[in-house]
């Protein structure tokens, strides 16, 4: 446990008697009250992290002892209830937040962020309601948003699966991308996919993520890390399953896709016609993804704006990820296969 | 004699399901008719149908009707600022807005699917106006629209007024994005792996 709490950067002494969910008003006022009593508690590093602003961010799930997690849908896994994650949010080396979600019941889940005292000896519960605007400063006249509960349930909340974001079979995968932008090290204990099967914490996974890490099937290496960062920044709500589904834009990785151009990014983005309207470009020629056009490619204009209305994500960051724009933009400009004679 | 009772047993089940068919569609049209009445009374024409001028001055244009600011009329950028306490400009047509929040152009809310809201969910509809953010996750929805007290409706009165915007004739019309007010852009704090 003493282990646990360094790595979540806790130096508070457990409250003795913390509410516990369903005893007490949840979530508690106090990180340190989020801890659960038995020990367990896993760090873990997902391969596509989500940019947010350059944050240093550290991640961890405890799982309650015996139980497992439902991986009959490989791309929508059912945690038992009781299931717990953080994630610690620093930069310029202070913490700043921490988000907490925990699964109470068979489909409820409570949110909470903690925000971290000026002396970085504890984090208290921010207001759900409105969150934190401006927090701290992250860059000159940048300054950093703590999130409302609402905020983020536009993310985490999707039609019939759990709410967790990057703690699936291909974030965990052994089979780490070398090009994903923003890559952070496994830390050392962490409870991956590898560990997850060694352990029995998977139910119904497919036996051959043993033998065959999961990876993103495509053409170049470089292809391999655009879809796995669309994967990790853009289909929490771009997929095929959520109510946005209706606008016909799937940015998930496919892992049963064996066949690099069958992927959902590119069947759904690739020289389909956008309509988002980029500004400057005709009507009718702005396009998803643009086989060799950066300008006329909408994913990419919006990946660049930063301005509230147009870009994406919407929320949760004020900086342009300018490595993944590279990366990107690269791969539009030189490798992205045509489809525009399937159209 | 098998063909026989198969088609017979289709009979009957079209006999049966004939009258359902015909509530339903009954209620179908009652819906669509609440959802003009509502569309009405909460004036979304105003600013969602183009005008064109008539005798009497500026007068709704129908054959375009709730299609939007037309893509033809080109705004490029944000109106000067009035001067003295007024905030905000507006488009002669009331189909673009400037002020603080950048300039927004009046939604196509045709069922056309390119352009319109032809590919649109009951459910997203609902999730836009109880979220206030397109399709209760993008961008907010911006001034003026009414957002605040649109999201009174109950779920009923969401639904028939989406059913009466889907019972309209598709029109094309390609609304440009909102401008946003003019800020320096962002950098990241830190230095971008590659």
Known sequence: MALAWRL?????????????????????????????????????????PLWSDGATKQRWVWLPRGKTIDASDAEAWRFPVGTRFWKQFSFGGRKVETRYLEKTGPDVWVYATYVWSEDQREATLAPAATGMRGAVEIAPGVRHDVPSVSDCKACHEGKGRDV???????????????????????????????????????AHAPRFWQRTPPAVAARTPRARAALGYFHGNCSFCHNDRDPVSSVGLSLR?????????????????????SKFQIRGIEPDRSRRLATGDIERSAVLVRMRARD???????????????????????????????????? | MKTAKITLTAFTIALLAAPAARAAG??????????????????????????????????????????GHPAA???????????????????????????????????????????????????????TI????????????????PIAGIQNYSDDE??????????????????????PPAAPTAQPPVAAKK
């Open chain 2, 130 to 145: 109880r979220t206030g953010k397109k399709l209760g996750k993008g961008r907010p929805i911006l001034p003026p629209m």
């Open chain 2, 158 to 179: 969401l639904k028939a007024i989406f059913a009466y915007l889907q019972s309209l004739p598709p029109i094309s019309n390609a609304v440009p994005e909102p401008i």
């Open chain 1, 8 to 48: 979540i950067g806790v130096t508070a002494v457990l409250i003795a008697g913390a509410a516990r969910a369903g005893e007490g008003p949840w979530p508690p006022k106090t990180l340190a009250e989020t801890h659960p009593e038995a020990a367990g508690v896993r760090p873990f590093s997902p391969q596509y």
């Open chain 1, 253 to 273: 990785a496919d892992l049963t896709a064996t066949i690099a151009d069958e992927q959902p990014a590119i069947r759904t983005a690739v020289d389909v016609p």
């Open chain 2, 26 to 67: 009954k209620k179908d049209v009652e819906q669509i008719k609440r959802g003009e009445h509502l569309v009405k009374v909460g004036l979304c024409a105003d600013c969602h149908t183009p005008k064109k001028m008539g005798p009497n001055g500026p007068e709704e244009d129908i054959s375009k009707m709730l299609s």
């Open chain 1, 164 to 202: 967790v974001l990057g703690f699936s079979a291909l974030q965990l995968s052994a089979d780490r991308d070398p090009l994903a932008p923003h890559a952070e090290a496994v830390p050392e204990g962490s409870l991956q996919l590898v560990e997850l099967l060694r352990e029995n914490r998977l």
């Open chain 2, 73 to 127: 009329h080109l705004v490029t950028q944000a109106a000067d600022k009035p001067a003295g306490p007024w905030a905000i400009a507006v488009a002669g047509d009331l189909t673009a807005w400037s002020g603080p929040w950048g300039v927004t152009f009046t939604r196509n809310l045709t069922p056309d699917k390119k352009t319109g809201l032809g590919d649109w969910t009951e459910q997203n509809f609902i999730d």
């Open chain 1, 308 to 343: 509230g209305l147009s870009q994406m994500p919407p929320l949760g960051s004020k900086c342009a990820d300018t490595a993944a724009l590279d990366l990107i933009s690269t791969w539009v400009a030189d490798e992205l296969p045509s489809r525009a004679g399937g159209m």
